[in-house]
C-alpha cells in the first residue's frame, strides 16, 4: 500500500510577529491534516482492510512547548511505546518489528500476511495479501489471531441427529513467550470454533503484559479522590431512590465506565450496607438538629387512602405514607414514611399522626402547633384537635381543589353528556376502518402525527375522560375534514343512522361549546390546584385563594353562557367541607393582607370577612391561649383591629420582587410577616404568641420532598414482610427525601415530560382551539 508522504513545516526567519503566528498555523493545520489522513489508513487496516504493521503502530501528535500547536506527527510502537518518524510507515514496521529490534513482537501471534500459506504455495504474495488465507481477521481493539481450523462438534458430540458443517482453515498461532518448541503445529484446533478467537487474543495480550508490563496510560486518583467520587455517586444512587436500583451497580457497562475513568470496581454490598447507614445516621442527625432549635412546628402527612373506591385503592395495594415537619422559618424536615396497605381506618391514622408527634417531642407536644393531612379531616384530624386544644388541623387545599373536580363529575350533567358524546364520536372514529384511516390521514395532514383517540375504560376516575376530551379538542379540525371526505360518505351510506347522529353532533355548536367549557373548568381548577402544590400557601392564603377560584368561575360562566348557580353551589359546598376557623384568623393576623384605608393606616381586613368568620376568629384566639388570658387577648385583637401597623412597616413585609427564574412576582422577605409580631409588635404579648403559630402554617400537605416510583413501590412491597428489608426502604426514602429538601427541589417525572414538551415546540391551548373552530355551518 502506498503511504502519503510527510509533510514539512519552514521554520520562518526574520519574519514579523503576525507573519510568524499565520505561518505556525498553516504548519498545525497540515500536521493535523496529515494525522487524521494515518489514523484514517490505521482505523481501515484495523478493520482488515490495510497492512498489517498498523495494529502495532498508532500515529501520534507533537505539540510545540512555546505555542501549543502540533509541529510534527510521530509513530509510537504500542509494544514496547519506542517512537519514530511517521515519513515512512512501512520502513518503520520492517526494521522495528520484522527485524526483531522490537523486544515484544516475538511475544505475540504474527500476521498472516508475514507467512507462508501453508495450503496455497503456488500462490503470489505480497505484504497486503488478497488471498482467502492471507486476509488479517480483527476481533477486538489490538487483538489479532489467524482464522482457524473450527472443530467439528460431531467427533465429540456423537448424539447429535444431524451432521454440523465443517469448516477447515488454516492457521498458525505463536507460541506464548518462554514455550518451547516456537510454533504451534499448522492444523491446531479450537473446540470452541470462531469463539475461541477472542479468548485467544486476550490469553496472547495477558502473556504479553506479564512480560513487559507498562503503566496504566489512565490517570492515577488519590484515595481522598476515590473516597470523594464515591460519597457523590452514593449520594446520587440514594436521591433517585429506586430509580437507580443497586444491582445496576453490577452492570458490566457501569463497572467499564468506571475503569475507564480510574475509579475501582465498587462493591453492591458496601452501598446497601454500612455506606447506607452511615449517609442515614448524618441526614438524621441534620433533621434533628434543625427541629431542637426551632420553637414549634407543624407535621405534615401526605399519601394517605382514605377510603375504598371503585377499581382504585385495590385491597392488598402497598402505599407509602409521607411524614415531615414544617418548621416557622419556612423550611421543611423529612420525618420517616409508613407503608400501609389498602384502606387505611381513620383510627389507623389518628394514631399514626399521633405517635408521629410524641417521637419527635416526647417531653413536649405543645410544641406541635398542628397537622395538615390530605385526608381524614373530619375524623382523625378532628379528634386530634378536640383532644389537644393548642392544636390547629387543617386539610391539604391541594387535595381540596382535586376533591372539587370529582364533584362537577358527579352533580353537573353537561359533564356527563359531553363525556358520552366523546365517547360516542372516539368509538365511531376507532372503530370503522375507512374513517380510522381517513382521520389519521388528516392527523399527519395536519399535525405531522397520527394516533386513535383515547376511551376511557369503565371506572369512576375522571383522569381518563378528560385525556379524551383533549383528544378530541386537539383533533378538531382533522374531525371535520373526515366530514367532507369521499370515504366518510361511504360510510354514510352503509350506517345511515348512527353516522348521521355522529355527523349532526359534530357539526352542533352546542356539542362544542359544552366540550370546550368542561376542558376550560377542569383546566383552571387544575392549574390553580398545581400552583398550590408549587408555591405551597399559608393558612392566611386560604381564603383569598378560594375568593380568587370564584372570581375566575364567574368569568368561566360568562364566556361559556353557562347557568348560574350549580357550580357555584359546588364550590361553596367543598369550601364548607375544607374551611377551618384558623383560616380567618390567620388572614386577619398576618400583616401581608392589610389594607391600606383613606388615612394612611395599614388596617386587618376584617372587612372581606363574613359575621361567621369574625366570630370564628375571637374564638380560635380564646382557645390558643391559657384562659387567664383571653380577655387581654381580644382586647389586643381590637387594638390591632383599629391600629393595625405602621406602614413602612407594613409595605416592607409586602414588597415583592419578580423571580427572575419564573417571571412571577414574589415576596422579597418570606418571612417577614412573624418576623414582624415576634420583634416589632412586642406589645401584643398574648396575641402574638398565637399570631406567629398561626401565620407560618401550611396549607397543603404535599411537596415534603419525597414522590415513590412504580418501581421503588414494589421493591417495598417485596420487603414487606422483612424487617430488614423494610428498615433500608425507610433509610432511603430518609435520605432521598431530606436531600431533596435541603436543596429545595422537588423535581419528578413531571419535570421530563415539560422538558420533551417543549422540546415538540407544543403551544398553549387556546391558541389551539382558536385556530380550529370554524364557522361549522360551513362544513
Known sequence: MAEANSSSAATPLELGPAAAGLSEELTAKAVHKRYEGLMMVRNKAVKGKGAWYWAHLEP???HSSDTGFPKAVKLRCSLCDAVFSASNPSRTASEHLKRGTCPNFNSIVKPISS?????????NHRKRSSSGGGRTESISAGYQVGPLAIVNPSRFAPELSYPPPVVSVAATVASPAGSRGGMYPPQMVLSGGKEDLAALAMLEDSVKKLKSPKASPGQTLSKSQ??????????????????????????????????????PQISRKDFAGSRLDAKYEEAKAES???????????????????????????????????????????????????LTTGYVPSKYAEDVLWDTVTEICPNSAHQCVGIVADKFKSKALRNLENQHQWMVNISCQFQAFNGLIKD???????????SDNCTRLAN????????????QKYQLQEYGYSGLLRVPLESSDFGPVFSLVEDVLSSARALHLVLMDEAYKVVLLEEERFAREVEDMMRSPHFWNELEAVHSLVKLVRMMGREIETEKPRVGQCLPLWEELRTKVKEWRSRYHIAEGPVEKLVERRFQKNYHPAWAAAFILDPLYLVRDS????????????????????????????????????MELMKWRTEGLEPVYAQAVQLKQRDPVTGKMRLANPQSSRLVWETYLTGF????KVAVRLIFLHATSCGGGFKCNWSFMRWVGAQSHSRAGLDKAQKLTFIAAHSKLERRDCSNEERDAELFSLANGEHDDDDVLNEVFVDTSSL
Not at 365511531?428 to 382521520?439: E, G, L, M, V, W
Not at 404579648?685 to 402574638?688: A, D, P, T
Open 428 to 439: 365511531f372514529i376507532n372503530n370503522k376502518s375507512q374513517i380510522r384511516n381517513t382521520f
Open 60 to 62: 501520534m501528535l507533537v
Open 599 to 634: 388615612n394612611g393606616r395599614y388596617l386587618p381586613p376584617f372587612k372581606f370577612l363574613t359575621p361567621d368568620q369574625e366570630k370564628d376568629v375571637d374564638r380560635l384566639i380564646t382557645r390558643l391561649v391559657p384562659r387567664e388570658e383571653a380577655h387581654i387577648a381580644l
Open 226 to 263: 476515590i473516597d470523594s467520587a464515591f460519597d457523590f455517586l452514593s449520594d446520587w444512587v440514594y436521591e433517585c431512590c429506586g430509580s437507580v436500583s443497586f444491582s445496576s451497580l453490577d452492570h458490566p457497562k457501569f463497572r467499564a465506565f468506571l475503569n475507564q475513568v480510574g475509579l
Open 288 to 338: 434533628e438538629a434543625k427541629i431542637r432549635e426551632a420553637m414549634f412546628f407543624q407535621v405534615a402527612a401526605d399519601g394517605w387512602v382514605g377510603k375504598k373506591k371503585k377499581n382504585v385503592g385495590h385491597l392488598g395495594e402497598d402505599n407509602l405514607v409521607s411524614l415531615y415537619v414544617n418548621l416557622p422559618n419556612g423550611t421543611s424536615v423529612f420525618t420517616k414514611t409508613v
Open 685 to 688: 404579648k398574648s396575641l402574638g
Open 408 to 418: 362537577f363529575v358527579k352533580e353537573l350533567p353537561f359533564f356527563k353528556n359531553v
Open 115 to 123: 507467512l507462508p500459506p501453508p495450503q496455497a504455495p503456488h500462490h
